[in-house]
């Protein structure tokens, strides 16, 4: 079965700083991998998603993330992060069951 | 065009009771899905529809049930609460439900169960 793992649970960063976030899947086959970002009291949003081809996607907002086989990888960056970024982000892989499976979600703190 | 729209955005139930939560996906979507997030278990998947099939389902009691109408609207069940079912439940659709299909998700019910 699939899985995911962002390890980081919490990430503060400053505004117009750089923002990277690890996302490591578990699955047999290619993935379909996805970010997403909920802000709170919110449904998620669909960030960006990778199904194959070009190994760096981009996404909206500004986000972009890596797709990198050799160590089952799959993270997110943002050159320069915006107060509004502050968020929760979920990864997730999909592998044609219908569903997806979500990592834990890594809460990201803007500050000024 | 609309989002899913979710219904009702809030509600607070008692132990024993039992809950329906409805879901209208965009339109043209035939496939709906719903997960239940909790601070302690994250997101799981409850369970997929298409076409009024179900083609999926988590690992949930069966307390837990879901249905799909003709026109791709679901709704979810849950019978005698507990207040482990507290949880915020979102509903997802997407054209065919494969993983190649972008999912889109709504803002939630939140369910808060005393």
Redesign the interface.
Known sequence: AQSVTQPDIHITVSEGASLELRCNYSYGATP?L?W?VQSP??????LL?Y?SGDTLVQGIKGFEAEFKRSQSSFNLRKPSVHWSDAAEY?C?V????????????TTVTVRA | KAGVTQTPRYLIKTRGQQVTLSCSPISGHRSVSWYQQTPGQGLQFLFEYFSETQRNKGNFPGRFSGRQFSNSRSEMNVSTLELGDSALYLCASSFGGQSENTIYFGEGSWLTVV
């Open positions: 379909y996805f997403y009291g919110q449904g998620l949003q669909l998603k199904f979920f997730a999909g592998a044609n069951d219908y569903k997806l499976s979500f990592g834990a979600g």
